[in-house]
């Protein structure tokens, strides 16, 4: 029988948009249908921030109750979760949970339940040609500090206060950041592909 292998790459990526742009982590699975093997592994990105480089920290990629069926396919529960060190493991972290069913020929379904930010992506990629199968893009958290800035220079105008001292943009935008992390902001989709 010819051995049939599919490999997977689930991205999540701060865009460049942001201030903390790059890539945070790529969970990698190979999938092996003639063996009933499945495995993974992961690398993650660094952030750049004030000049300086912060490794990801609490990195956990697991893959779990999966299962070969004899119809060919092939279920399993992939989990994520890493942060930047920069948050001393006191933030939110990247969190997301995919559970997936994918056949030989790389047709299947999958739930993701990920955070509001960062950006997330899903690829096949072997058999070549790449196929991006899911993508969620992350809010512009730079754009809603600007509107908070914005606002906040209104109302001192309107209310005749003093203007106030503002930090640089970057720092607005962090508890947008923060908050979008936040499992109150979890987006579950369920696709086809």
Same mark, same amino acid.
């Given at each position: 029988?010819?051995?049939?292998?599919?490999?997977?790459?689930?991205?999540?990526?701060?865009?460049?948009?942001?201030?903390?742009?790059?890539?945070?982590?790529?969970?990698?699975?190979?999938?092996?249908?003639?063996?009933?093997?499945?495995?993974?592994?992961?690398?993650?990105?660094?952030?750049?921030?004030?000049?300086?480089?912060?490794?990801?920290?609490?990195?956990? =990629?697991?893959? #779990?109750? @999966?299962?070969? !069926?004899?119809?060919?396919? *092939?279920?399993?529960?992939?989990?994520?979760?890493?942060?930047?060190?920069?948050?001393?493991?006191?933030?939110?972290?990247?969190?997301?949970?995919?559970?997936?069913?994918?056949?030989?020929?790389?047709?299947?379904?999958?739930? =993701?339940?990920? #955070?509001? @930010?960062?950006? !997330?992506?899903?690829?096949? *990629?072997?058999?070549?040609?790449?196929?991006?199968?899911?993508?969620?893009?992350?809010?512009?958290?730079?754009?809603?500090?600007?509107?908070?800035?914005?606002?906040?220079?209104?109302?001192?105008?309107?209310?005749?206060?003093?203007?106030?001292?503002?930090?640089?943009?970057?720092?607005?935008?962090?508890?947008?950041?923060?908050?979008?992390?936040?499992?109150?902001?979890?987006?579950?989709?369920?696709?086809?592909?």
């Amino acid at each position: 029988m010819k051995n049939r292998e599919l490999e997977l790459e689930v991205w999540t990526e701060i865009l460049d948009y942001d201030f903390k742009s790059g890539m945070k982590s790529v969970q990698v699975v190979s999938i092996s249908f003639s063996e009933k093997k499945i495995e993974t592994w992961y690398y993650t990105g660094k952030t750049k921030l004030l000049g300086m480089e912060f490794n990801s920290i609490n990195d956990k =990629f697991i893959i #779990d109750h @999966y299962n070969f !069926y004899d119809s060919g396919g *092939v279920a399993f529960l992939l989990q994520g979760t890493t942060a930047t060190a920069f948050s001393a493991g006191k933030l939110p972290s990247i969190d997301y949970e995919l559970g997936m069913f994918i056949r030989p020929d790389g047709t299947g379904e999958m739930t =993701f339940t990920h #955070d509001a @930010y960062p950006a !997330y992506f899903v690829d096949i *990629v072997k058999p070549k040609p790449r196929r991006r199968i899911f993508s969620y893009l992350h809010p512009n958290t730079k754009i809603m500090a600007q509107r908070d800035y914005q606002r906040m220079m209104e109302d001192t105008r309107n209310s005749g206060e003093k203007r106030p001292i503002v930090p640089p943009l970057f720092l607005l935008s962090l508890p947008h950041v923060f908050s979008l992390l936040s499992d109150k902001y979890q987006i579950k989709r369920k696709v086809k592909f």
